[in-house]
């Protein structure tokens, strides 16, 4: 037994001086997964790098293949710019062909809007694909010349180029022109024009020099002045082009809910006007329909409107004739039991598509009964005329220029419905004013110690 014990004892000794240690082992491993890691990701780069490199190909010869057939086409002008995606073997690739007019006063536009003749268009495609990374896409660019002549030294061109409210260019707009009353040597084009391409564009050439119309139209068509079919005048001259831009797109059809912020029914004036601002300026419709439509032109921005004939203060006026009842943030004096000051009504971004609703409130009243015996008008029926007052009392901040609107209804109780500011309310010969009290209105207002009645729009949301 001792033996034996001796045995186990000096094969314990010796095997504690053999084999790996825990640290050992962990150092291997740490020596192996660092190359590993590093083969894999060479292997993985280099398939990457295969993979763009076909990819590249692919799209060099997608490049290729579009410039070859642009150059097969017999009328340089039906060469557009355009944008598509084709597949190629799992890889969605997005080509992008960018046309524009080289003049020979060096402007290159997309539709050859310089004053020069058009030369030759230069045509650039680029293509781009999923997994790029920061490489730069395929860029390939050819030069198109026409394959007639297309300038005279003696003759002119019109160059026309329809813009739309998001910057692009509106394919499909008609285009008409047509010598001038005054023509100063103008003539009938023996050949219309066509309608605009994808760029917006469309062309008159060899055009005998002289005075003429040049017009726009496109169903439900408007330019930014509300103006269905606007028109300019371009003055040809020999040997160079007259470049005639317009901006021009599909109206949006504004559906306008007028009184909004009262649940009943009211009546309109005859006259109402309602006031539609954008950065171009101000558009006035007027209706007498308390649900009608208005189609304006799609400014990303909206508009901010009102109903009434507001008047702002014009710097430098000799006189004052302005009325700012009817622009709800014209009224910044608070009011004295809320606090609130007037806020501006503002559309939603114009859209050529969808007819979006349009809530404009309005202050409303409810007069007392009429008789028949004021009826003056044809049918029997009641003149009732509302005419603004110019009164800085309860933070009106005023109409000098003064309002006046009419209505005319049957013996009753109507509603009436007017934009804010002071008012008095007369019927029949305008001879008889109608007393009113603080239960007439049914919108936020006064009744005054004047008998007028003031409209206040602050606090008042459409």
Known sequence: MKRIRQIIGSDRSTSSDSGFTLVEVIIAMVVFSIIAVSVAAAITNSLVISQDSRSRTVALNLASQDLDQARAVADVFAVVSKTWTTTVQGTTFTINRSVEWQSSDTTTTACGTGTGTLQYKIVRDTVTYPGAGTTNPVVTTTTLA?????????????????????????????????????PNGAVALATAPAVTDSNGCSYALKVTPGNYNVTLSMTNGVDSSQVASPSKIAVVTAGTSSPEPFLYDTSAQLQLQYASNYSGSALLPTNLATSFTSTSGTYTSTTASSTSSVNLFPFTGGYHYETGAYSPVVPGATTDKTCLDPDPTEWTTPNTKTQAVGSSFVTAAASGTGNPTVKIPMGVVTLPALANTLGVLTGGLIPIYATSVSSTANGDPGC????????????????????????????????????????NLKTAGYVNSDGTITFDPRGVTP
């Open 146 to 182: 026409p394959n007639s002549r297309i300038n005279d030294p003696t003759l002119g061109s019109i160059v026309v180029f329809v813009t739309g409210a998001s910057g692009a260019g509106v394919a499909g707009v008609t285009v008409s022109i047509a010598p001038t009353s005054t």
């Open 400 to 439: 000098t220029a003064g309002m006046s609107y009419t209505f005319s209804t049957a013996a009753g109780t109507p509603t009436l419905a007017l934009p804010f500011g002071t008012w008095k309310i007369t019927v029949g010969t305008k001879s008889t004013a109608v007393t009113l009290t603080a239960s």
